[in-house]
Nanobody, 119 residues
Framework: QVQLLESGGGLVRPGGSLRVSCAAS????????MGWFRQAPGKLRELVAR???????TYADSVKGRFTISRDNAKNTVYLQMNSLKPDDTAVYYC?????????????WGQGTQVTVSS
């Protein structure tokens, strides 16, 4: 079983910055990709950014140039630095990981952390 523990959400003004973190713990063989999705009220969950174990990254077009994903493989932790935040970035941010456990290749999700961008 793998647990993803998120931290760092909160309220920030437009133009501000925030960093969210996610640490994976539990019993697993290896983690492949780690990243972040978000879901705003009334909208579908969407990919924000993802990084593979090898360091390849994928970003949503809406966050390119503003958000940066990084990862500490030794700590099984992924970070999302969010700069120049906009009200449209308001959402629940979910950590996601995929990898191998005793049950095979699986997807894992965190419980989500609220990010609110408002003046």
């Amino acid at each position: 079983q793998v647990q993803l523990l998120e931290s760092g959400g909160g309220l920030v003004r437009p133009g501000g910055s925030l960093r969210v973190s996610c640490a994976a713990s539990g019993t697993f063989l290896s983690i492949n990709s780690m990243g972040w999705f978000r879901q705003a009220p009334g909208k579908l969950r969407e990919l924000v950014a993802r990084m593979t174990a090898g360091g390849s990254t994928t970003y949503a077009d809406s966050v390119k140039g503003r958000f940066t994903i990084s990862r500490d493989n030794a700590k099984n932790t992924v970070y999302l630095q969010m700069n120049s935040l906009k009200p449209d970035d308001t959402a629940v941010y979910y950590c996601h990981a995929d990898g191998w456990s005793g049950s095979g290749f699986q997807d894992f999700w965190g419980q989500g952390t609220q990010v609110t961008v408002s003046s």
